[in-house]
């Protein structure tokens, strides 16, 4: 099956997850992410883990310098209300994530998803804010951006 018709299959899939659940929690296609945002996903079991509080915590106290590398951030748990920029997360799109990008339960990780849709960044550690941003930072179209 070529990807796109893969997409097209996640996307349907996906948006027609959350419509028997709250009306207010939000299903997601990524392609509609494609060549305009960053996409950072951090998959925890619970939002006390201590790697994802210490991360969430640092993207709180950093909004502007979030905003301005075009980040969505993904908070994708397994216990807890999952969120996509603070938005609530349809239950069914968080399993979808955790299975399109191979997070085992019970673990955390750190996925960043350049513009272009390719994953950047996949880590399972402690990974710091600056670490992250540095990393996009030395992206060429971030570099493009920063120049205009």
Known sequence: ???????????????????????????????????????????APTRDHPRFDSLHGSLMTRKVDVADRDL???????????????????????EMLREKFGVAEGSFSVILV???????????????LEEIFALIDAMPMRQEEMRR
């Open 1 to 43: 099956m070529s990807r796109a018709i893969v997409a097209a299959v996640i996307a349907v899939v996906a948006l027609s997850v959350g419509g028997s659940q709250n009306e207010r929690e939000t299903t997601v296609d990524l392609n509609q992410y494609r060549w305009k945002n960053r996409l950072l996903l951090l998959f």
């Open 72 to 94: 969505v951030v993904f908070e994708v748990l397994e216990s807890g209300l999952s969120t996509l920029d603070t938005e609530p997360l349809d239950p069914g799109t968080a």
């Open 114 to 128: 350049g513009k272009d849709g390719g994953v950047k960044l996949d880590h399972q550690d402690h990974i710091s």
